[in-house]
């Protein structure tokens, strides 16, 4: 096999790998839909399945008065806020450079 046959099928392999390891889905940004997977709207149970339990939780008062559930990740801080009657994603926040928009707009 040749160098540059070999150059190829290492490149190829690489790339295959990296198809299975990273997520570029959720490492994309959509402004006024979601991030990290998680998409406003999305109920509690929806996000706890996508990211898991959250090492951290916190409760305050958004500006109206109602209460907002953070549930706070490595990656990203989702709030919830009861909507028709259950908690549902109003707010997506991330400081992590790895969160990026699909043209490369992002943290850092």
């Known amino acids: 096999m040749s160098n540059a046959s ?31 997977g998680i ?5 509690e149970s929806q996000v706890r399945a996508r990211l ?9 008062r958004g500006a109206l008065g109602y209460l907002v559930t953070r ?4 990656r990203v801080d989702v709030d919830l806020q009861k909507l028709d009657g259950h908690p549902l ?3 997506i926040l991330t400081t992590h450079p790895g969160e990026r928009t699909a043209s490369g707009v992002g943290v850092g």
């Open 6 to 36: 070999l150059r190829f099928a290492a490149a190829a392999a690489a790339a295959t790998f990296g198809l299975f390891v990273a997520s570029p889905v959720a490492a994309v940004i959509v402004p006024g839909q979601g991030m990290a």
């Open 39 to 43: 998409r406003l709207r999305m109920s």
């Open 52 to 60: 898991g339990e959250p090492p951290r939780i916190t409760r305050t």
């Open 71 to 74: 549930l706070h990740y490595p």
């Open 89 to 91: 994603v109003i707010h």
